[in-house]
């Protein structure tokens, strides 16, 4: 039996890490701490909102005291921090935003980590999940393996390289039994839809343009997020102490490939001519500083941990999009902002 604290757990990939841990770990107490920000919806959770072995917490890990007091209280014996700002375009506009929570708040939880453990190591395990866009931009061969030298060029993946760089440093400097993932872009049910994907999905429905950058040929390598969450159950469980996986979809798009084909999947959905939404694309000014290409090689994660990828694009883009258009309501109030006062009323800081 263990205490987890999964951080960011009210966001994307969050939630579904929750709801996996939840039912595939009864005897463990999953803990959820989560800012509520604008990318927080608890109203992901509200099948395990009841669960005997999950409670939420409503806080921020730029508080240190906060998360000091939180330590002391709940004995947590895993961490697995996923709490971060995670949209490029913002880091863009207000780089200051990802410097706190992804730097400050990640340095927060290790010191935190650091103090409440006091070195008995033993079953304690601190879990960072990060981007492949540490790793830089790619030309048109090669791929990210764990031995790529780091080289962000966004605020945000300057952010996630220099917290992946503190984790590092408290294992080397103060023995912190640390892991490390770096992964492609997920995609699935519960995404913000200022991301590509939701974006365009949201945008067909609402018969807007689909802002595609630049000449839409930039490549990401697409990974079904059930996928992510299966990999980080894993590396969380058996990976080894101070190692570093890659996690990748093995499934490269260029932009423009890939929002052709959700058009042409969202046609058959709402039982309209192919070519309707393909009418909507519209090229817009190119996202500064726009990465090329990321590409993972996530060889080692298979050979030491036998996980692979088990949904494929044309599959994952499918079941993506019947998601969104059977859940109207929770699009609608994610894109008005309707939701966040009643959570933020309903939620109150945790007062320790
Ligand atoms: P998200 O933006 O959907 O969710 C982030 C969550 O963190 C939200 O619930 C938000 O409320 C919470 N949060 C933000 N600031 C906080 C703070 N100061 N204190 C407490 N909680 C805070 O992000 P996501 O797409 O689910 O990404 C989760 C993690 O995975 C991030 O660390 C991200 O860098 C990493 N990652 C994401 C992708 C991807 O494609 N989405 C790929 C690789 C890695
Ligand atoms: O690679 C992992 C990263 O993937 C994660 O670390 C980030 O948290 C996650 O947001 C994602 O970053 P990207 O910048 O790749 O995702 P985004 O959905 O913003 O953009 C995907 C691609 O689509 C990118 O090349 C930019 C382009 N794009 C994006 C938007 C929002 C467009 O062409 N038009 C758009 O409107």
């Known amino acids: 039996m263990a205490n987890l604290l999964i951080t960011g757990g009210a966001g994307f990939i969050g939630s579904h890490l929750i709801y ?43 508080d240190f005291a906060f998360l000091e007091q939180l330590f002391a209280r709940y004995h947590f014996d895993g961490v697995i921090h996923l709490a971060a700002e995670s949209h490029v375009d913002r880091s863009i506009a207000n780089p200051m935003a990802f410097i706190l929570t992804n730097v400050v708040g990640t340095v927060n939880l290790l010191n935190a980590a650091k103090n409440a453990w006091q070195g008995n190591y033993a079953g304690k395990r601190f879990y960072h999940v990060s981007t492949d866009e540490v790793y830089g931009s790619l ?18 993946s300057a952010s996630k390289a220099s ?30 839809p200022e991301k590509l994907l939701p974006l365009i999905i949201n945008n067909i429905k609402e018969g807007k343009p689909l802002p595609v950058y630049g000449d839409g040929t930039n490549v990401r390598d697409w990974l079904w997020v059930e996928d992510h969450v299966a990999a980080i159950d894993l590396i969380y469980h058996q990976g080894t102490i101070g190692e570093t996986y890659n996690i990748g979809g093995n499934n490269e798009w260029s932009n423009i490939d890939l929002v052709r084909t959700l058009c042409d999947v969202m046609d058959q959905l ?5 070519g309707t939404s393909q009418g909507l694309i519209t090229f817009v000014k190119d996202r500064p500083g726009h990465d090329q290409r990321y590409a993972i090689d996530a060889t080692k994660l298979k050979d030491a941990l036998g996980w692979e990828p088990l949904v494929g694009v044309p599959e994952g883009l499918r079941l993506t999009a019947q998601w969104y258009l059977a859940n109207p309501e929770w699009l609608s109030r994610i894109t008005s902002g309707a939701y966040r006062e009643y959570y933020q009323q309903q939620y109150q800081d945790e007062s320790l």
């Open 20 to 62: 996996r841990l939840v039912k595939n770990y009864p005897q463990d107490h999953i803990y959820n701490l989560d800012a509520l920000t604008y990318a927080g919806n608890p109203e992901n959770l509200q099948a395990v909102e009841d669960a005997a072995n999950y409670t939420f917490i409503k806080g921020d890990i730029t």
């Open 139 to 156: 030309g048109a061969e090669g791929y990210f393996t764990e031995e790529t030298a780091y080289d962000p060029r966004s605020p945000y």
């Open 163 to 192: 917290s992946d760089h503190f984790v590092r440093a408290w294992q080397h400097t103060y023995g912190l039994p640390v892991v490390i993932s770096n992964c492609s872009n997920n995609y699935g049910p519960y995404q913000f």
């Open 270 to 274: 709402l039982d309209q001519p192919t």
